[in-house]
């Protein structure tokens, strides 16, 4: 496959190899049954064992409590901007928001329609360019639930350590980094990603939840967008999409064969340290984003001055060299990598050695 490029795409993003391999050579026939999982029924016991075995990889992956259902959803991350506030709000308990970027803004956008809220903390005047100190941050105890963005895509930052919200359920957007590193799911009430990042293709979202948190939605909130309804029915309500479950089932597989999320985190640890050493070694580059809050996921730099033409050169230059991607998102521009799970340190390697020479080129 020399034909494959480093693609440092936001998401849509990278897959790992051996998990496209795998689906291409199970495509037309799934383990001998004569079809393809895209064409069999979802209550087929085929499609029983694929959805099983996505959840067990999940559970034993992230070290998912008992207490804790894992649901297959539609409708995208943004998606669950709605249906956390419907189904989680307690009236008069306004929703604690701790905004961080685009992301977060989205969400507000959907929580201010159905519910209460309070700004807890946002360091938007600061362009977003670092998270909330903790002493920053002021919880109000009878909170429904405190909403974050664990990795900001855009903006470039990432929790090192979640906030301590006592008893109030935690809700995190973990589209962007979940299974990069380990976290402790106990410590939250709802976590949810898209899984076009780290973890699928586009098209299925990763709910999990605490049980007793999916008993508190009111009956007027609409059978598919409740959380009991999925966790009732095992995601099967309706059709669930049944290929991207089967793809979160091999990326699992793929994850535990490189050593689980331990083994996985020490190298995305190590490939977003080789990329920040080569961009505050030069004089060339710079990263936007505050050291200590920098994601590990979701680089983002600039050409000092925030030069755009040279930066379009890059993106133009770096795309002939078959490194994709770079551009950074449009509404804060310069570039980025996203250097999710499936991207390799060879990759990473590959960036900056074209950065070194674009430097000297450019510089
Ligand atoms: C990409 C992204 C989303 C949006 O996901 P969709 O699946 O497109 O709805 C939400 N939150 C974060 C942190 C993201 O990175």
């Known amino acids: 496959m020399s034909d494959r490029i ?28 004569g079809m393809s999982v895209m064409e069999m029924s979802h209550r087929s016991p ?22 804790y259902a894992i649901l297959f959803l539609q409708g995208g991350a943004s998606l669950q901007f709605s ?9 008069g308990q306004p929703i604690d928001v701790i905004h961080t970027g685009a992301w977060t803004e989205k969400a507000i956008e959907e929580i201010k329609k159905v519910a209460d809220y309070r700004l807890v903390a946002s360091t938007e005047a600061e362009k977003f360019r670092r998270l909330p100190r903790p002493d920053e941050i002021e919880f109000n105890p009878s909170a429904s639930y405190v909403h974050i963005c664990s990795n900001n895509t855009i903006f470039g930052t990432q929790w090192r350590s979640f906030p301590d919200t006592g008893a109030v359920p935690l809700v995190a957007d973990m589209s962007s980094d979940i299974l990069s590193r380990m976290v402790d799911v106990s410590k939250f ?21 605490r049980k007793e948190l999916a008993q508190r939605t009111p009956a ?31 990326v699992m597989d793929w994850i535990e064969a490189e050593g689980g999320v331990v083994a996985i ?18 004089g060339f580059y710079y990263g936007p984003a505050e050291a200590s809050d920098r994601s590990y996921m979701n680089v983002n730099f600039r050409v000092h ?21 770079l551009k950074g998102h449009r509404s804060v521009g310069g570039l980025r990598a996203s250097i999710y799970n499936a991207m390799s340190l060879e990759g990473v390697q590959a960036l900056t050695d074209f950065m070194g020479e674009f430097e000297r080129k450019y510089g």
């Open 6 to 33: 480093f693609n440092f795409s936001a998401g849509p993003a990278v897959m790992p190899m051996p998990v496209l391999e795998r689906a291409r050579d199970e495509l037309p026939n799934f383990q001998g049954c």
């Open 305 to 325: 001055g925030d030069n755009e033409e040279l930066e379009k050169k890059f993106v133009r230059e770096a795309e002939a060299a078959g490194l994709s991607g």
């Open 189 to 209: 009430g709802l976590i949810f990603a898209g899984a076009q990042k780290n973890i699928g293709p586009a098209g299925v979202t990763v709910v999990i939840i």
């Open 220 to 250: 007027s909130v609409p059978t598919m967008l409740k959380y009991a309804t999925h966790l009732k029915n095992n995601s099967l309500y309706n059709t669930p999409p049944t290929f991207g479950i089967y793809m979160i089932a091999l």
């Open 83 to 91: 249906m956390a506030p419907m189904n989680l709000y307690l009236p």
């Open 265 to 282: 985190e020490e190298r995305n640890e190590a490939k977003a340290k080789l990329l920040y050493n080569a961009i505050d070694r030069s």
């Open 46 to 67: 085929e499609f029983e064992g694929i959805l099983a075995h996505a959840e067990s990889g999940l559970r034993r992956n992230m070290g998912i409590p008992d207490d």
